[in-house]
């Protein structure tokens, strides 16, 4: 029986559902049913970062897979509101982090090419993985003046095309 999202108890569970909805996801599976396995992750309160770094990029892949422009917004109002969590030093340091994750500074090509040439498999597909997630958060949250839509959709589709035969 698939575990409910909601009834996820720790971060290493968190992270493993995680990493098999992304590997689903890359692998073609049917839209509707990865909707199913992310009913409810927008649901998910706000515990820690360690968690969060495997909640929001669900939280992402929903409002790309959804074609329901309310739910699409509530994905996004849900990672902005967790933005804004913390003191003031804090906010300012996660809205530092996360403006350039949507520039695209923070996507993490270096780790692929080194998991290639140190020819670590596990490694290299959670390397993509990561990326990936980035990008879909890049695209979600509609992108920046320095990193395009179109350019991380085009990413997404060559890393997809490069990870596929690996997982």
């Known amino acids: 029986m698939e575990k409910n999202i909601l ?3 720790n971060i290493q569970e968190v992270y493993e559902y995680c990493t098999k909805v992304y590997k689903l996801f890359i692998l073609g599976e049917e839209e509707q049913i990865l909707l199913r396995r992310l009913e409810n992750v ?6 820690n970062y360690d968690s969060w770094t495997w909640i929001e990029p669900l939280i992402m892949l929903k409002s790309k897979l959804s074609t329901d422009s309310n739910i699409k917004a509530l994905c996004r109002e849900r990672v ?4 804004n969590t913390g003191n003031e030093l804090q906010r300012k340091v996660k809205k530092n ?3 350039r994750i949507l520039n695209g500074k923070e996507l993490g090509l270096d780790l692929i090419e080194n998991a290639k040439y140190d ?9 993509y993985l990561k990326t ?4 879909i958060t890049i695209i979600e949250m509609g992108a920046s003046s320095d990193f395009s ?3 991380a959709e ?3 589709q060559k890393l997809i095309a490069e990870v596929k035969p690996l997982i």
């Open 119 to 127: 020819n670590k498999n596990e490694l290299l597909i959670e390397s």
């Open 149 to 151: 839509v179109e350019k």
């Open 97 to 99: 982090v996360f403006q």
């Open 132 to 135: 990936i997630m980035q990008i």
């Open 42 to 47: 927008e649901k998910i309160p706000f515990g």
């Open 7 to 9: 009834s996820l108890k």
């Open 154 to 156: 085009n990413l997404l």
């Open 80 to 83: 902005l509101m967790v933005l």
